[in-house]
């Protein structure tokens, strides 16, 4: 396959989306392509730059005209500077607004001087079932779907959603998000493990940006749960608007002691390696990346039966799944797992197993595809 120019415009945060840009762009290089970071700020996981992988920072002028700065315009004007300076070939747009609507209007711009370039909108969540449905933004976002050249969603269960909440005439492919499984190995010493919990205590694990949609509360009762059976800690990892609820909440149910929080942290591939459970009782997830870096870790997940779940974490496999607020029943079903070493070691095992299915090496092609079918599309 021909190597590629590949502009990603993306959110360069800790969420999910951003996180599965860098990674699909890092791994992009890595495979010979050249790859072109344009965002506010360099992304959270682009640790290190090299001749294939650039980052063009978006700066937004501060005019005191504006009651808020226009991103999206500085966005737009930046992207056909670095189309032309960088001559590149394919534009993946990571969420439809404001990305995909900067993109396109990047688009018009170029083709006033003659140049015809892709763009690619992956869908990822939020921007379609919380922010794009908005009456505000909803025709913004149809507009930005249906004038893309290729749409991609991560999950059957967000491609659903897209179709039913918003008139598209666009097909829209299934690319699975995926995760780089060798990565996850276990390369930390037991004395690591002491930081976090007692040899004989069970460690159970959430990450999240800690919002009502994530349902803490149902975390914090699972565990509770949970620790009147054996001994346990539970990680908190993220910041959010529920973070200082649920540390009230830890206090009143006197657990305190037994739950860290974690904050944000770039140490995640540590604190899942020496996980024993995760839990994931979302009241929305439209992929569950969260719970796909647990399973590659070799950590079995209880989550809810939500959104994409299902499409990644498999009933009485990798894990268990229930009903939203079904907090009894999973709490039944973590017990169950971590009720003996030997039952543990099996879901474990099997969880590993499960997320070799979404390994780099096998979706990072659809992701090469979809780009020479974009090129197709504009070469008519």
Do not use: W
């Not at 690619?120 to 079932?129: A, F, R």
């Not at 492919?173 to 205590?201: H, S």
């Not at 694990?205 to 994530?214: A, Y």
């Not at 002691?257 to 899942?272: A, P, R, T």
């Amino acid at each position: 396959m021909k190597s590629m120019v590949i502009g990603i415009v993306c959110y360069p945060t800790f969420g999910g989306s951003g996180v599965m840009a860098t990674e699909l762009g890092i791994a992009l290089a890595e495979k010979g392509h050249e790859v072109h970071f344009i965002t506010y700020q360099q992304p959270v996981r682009l640790d290190l730059l090299s001749h294939n992988v650039h980052f063009h920072e978006v700066f937004v002028p501060d005019y005191p005209l504006f009651l808020y700065q226009p991103y999206e315009l500085a966005l737009s004007s930046k992207l056909v500077d670095m189309v032309k300076l960088h001559k590149i070939e394919v534009l993946h747009v990571h969420y439809a607004i404001p990305h995909a609507y900067a993109g396109y209007m990047a688009k018009k711009m170029l083709e006033e001087e003659h140049i015809y370039i892709p763009m690619v909108t992956t869908l990822h969540g939020t921007d379609i079932t919380l922010v794009g449905n908005h009456p505000f933004y909803k025709p913004a976002v149809s507009f930005s779907i249906n004038n893309s050249d290729v749409v991609t969603s991560v999950s059957q269960s967000l491609k659903e959603d897209t179709l039913r909440l918003f008139d598209i005439d666009k097909e829209i492919f299934v690319v699975p998000n995926f995760i780089k499984v060798e990565k996850q190995g276990n390369t930390y010493t037991e004395c690591q493990r002491d930081l976090m919990a007692q040899p004989e205590e069970r460690i159970i694990t959430h990450i999240s940006n800690l919002r009502p949609v994530k349902r803490i509360v149902d975390v914090i009762e699972i565990f509770c749960r949970i620790q009147k059976e054996m001994p346990a800690k539970l990680l908190m990892v993220g910041e959010g608007p529920e973070k200082e609820m649920a540390e009230e909440m830890c206090i009143a149910k006197g657990i305190e002691d037994k739950v860290l929080f974690l904050g944000n942290s770039n140490e995640i591939d540590k604190i899942l390696c020496f996980s024993d459970l995760f839990l994931l009782p979302s009241e929305k997830e439209s992929f569950g990346l969260a719970a796909l870096e647990a399973m590659a870790c070799g950590v079995p997940v209880i989550s809810s039966n939500a959104g994409g779940l299902p499409e990644v974490n498999v009933q009485g496999v990798s894990g268990f799944l229930s009903a939203v607020g079904a907090v009894d029943e999973m709490s039944d079903n973590a017990i169950a797992i971590l009720k003996d070493s030997e039952t543990l070691a099996k879901y474990k095992n099997q969880a590993k197993e499960e997320a070799l299915k979404f390994d780099t090496k096998n979706i990072v092609p659809l992701y090469e595809a979809v780009y020479e079918n974009a090129l197709r599309v504009v070469s008519y």
